[in-house]
């Protein structure tokens, strides 16, 4: 039976052998990453950290293996899930050389989706570690690709605002997160970015004087884990520091998880000028020592300093009698004799001609119909000019 057998047992292992080598050999690159991207989801999804961080090292080994415009996508999500694992592993400054190798690559082979990713996740970083001054140079050092995805966007101008507003900057942070809230996904997957948003565009606009409307708050999605910034902008909006510290104390937790803790304290001198504003507003002439009760101040001296900050600041219009211990309001002047009108206005037609020109940029044109019907008249008139000339020709 041997002797007849036209193949023997070890020659189809052997042949086996070289058809498995021959077939790893002639496996893609685009199917070799995405599975890759499949075990990393896997091991994401079971929550098997270390053995993700131990694959994700040769995952990267095999990334700098390939250079293809077919792998760019595939590629912008396997480095979400290495830097995810790096994250949950508390190893995020040594996966900065990882990512800024990346980014390189990325922007020499004019991988845009790669390299705005590469961007957000480095920004992520760096917010996590408080580096935000080495945040801010690589926002001014690197140029945001344009051409990316929606998701990736958001993400951006998100922590781009709560850069700017960790530097003060609040215009350009409530810009910025209004945009990342316009370009977040309508899906029940990103609700929880929006929630995000949301809360520091709330907290930027209380920094910046204003008060949110209370539609922003009516979202049956929202309204939950909207519940402690409703609080603050109660405070805010009576100037009562006995409610906002109540509200600390309340959701004090809650606040430092969504890291927006610092950003809320800063608003007690927000609480105090709009309390000093009222009161002011109110009485022609008040003693500092009511001021104090009215505030929940410590002391009569520190309602005078706080008056006095206040004045200079030009929230309120009074003079302070250092001798007699009052404050008295002087006649409101028109606001419509000052450049603050000018100044609204013009923030008002700014925003609008960004949202234009942001809208007008995400349009997709569809085919012009009356283009394409002239050039087949066209064709179909030189057709029958032809066939006339032909038939003349024989005639003759």
């Known amino acids: 039976m041997r002797a007849l057998s036209p193949f023997n047992q070890e020659e189809l292992e052997s042949d086996d052998v070289n058809m498995e080598v021959d077939s790893v050999k002639e496996v893609l690159p685009e199917v070799d990453v995405f599975i890759h991207l499949l075990v990393q989801i896997y091991l994401h999804d079971l929550g098997e950290t270390k053995a993700l961080y131990m694959f994700n090292k040769s995952v990267i080994n095999t990334l700098k293996g390939y250079n293809k415009r077919t792998l760019d996508y595939i590629q912008a999500k396997v480095w979400y899930y290495i830097f995810r694992s790096s994250e949950i592993g508390n190893d995020l400054i040594n996966i900065r050389g990882e990512l800024m190798n990346a980014l390189r690559t990325a922007t020499l082979r004019h991988d845009t989706e790669t390299r705005a990713s590469v961007i957000t996740l480095l920004l992520r970083n760096y917010i996590l570690t408080n580096d935000i001054n080495q945040a801010y140079n690589l926002v001014e050092k690197t140029e945001f690709p344009d051409e990316a995805t929606n ?30 809230i316009r370009k977040c996904p309508q899906t029940k997957h990103a609700l929880g970015f929006l929630q995000s948003a949301t809360k520091l565009r709330i907290l930027i606009q209380l920094l910046t004087g204003e008060i949110p409307e209370l539609s922003s708050f009516d979202d049956v999605k929202l309204t939950k884990s909207l519940r402690p910034y409703s609080e603050v902008t109660k405070a805010v909006r009576l100037g009562d520091l006995t409610i906002f510290n109540q509200a600390l104390e309340n959701y004090g937790e809650h606040l430092k998880k969504d890291k927006n803790y610092n950003l809320v304290l800063r608003l007690r001198q927000n609480v105090i000028k709009t309390g000093i504003r009222i009161i002011s507003l109110s009485y022609k002439r008040i003693s500092l020592k009511d001021i104090c009760i009215k505030l929940h101040l410590d002391s009569e001296l520190t309602a005078e300093y706080i008056a006095a900050k206040a004045i200079k600041d030009g929230v309120i219009d009074a003079t302070i009698n250092h001798t007699k211990g009052y404050m008295e309001s002087l006649d409101v002047s028109d606001v419509y004799n000052t450049t603050a009108p000018q100044s609204e206005f013009d923030r008002r037609i700014k925003f609008c001609m960004q949202l234009h020109d942001d809208s007008v940029k995400a349009m997709r044109y569809p085919m012009n119909e009356e283009k394409r019907d002239v050039t087949a008249d066209l064709q179909s008139r030189e057709r029958e000019q032809e066939i006339l000339q032909f038939l003349q020709d024989e005639d003759y």
Do not use: F, G, M
Not at 155 to 170: E, G, M, N, P
């Open 151 to 180: 998701s990736v966007v958001a993400r951006y101008y998100y922590y781009l605002a709560r850069i700017q507003t960790i530097q003060l900057d609040y215009s350009s942070a409530h810009e910025c997160v209004i945009t990342a």
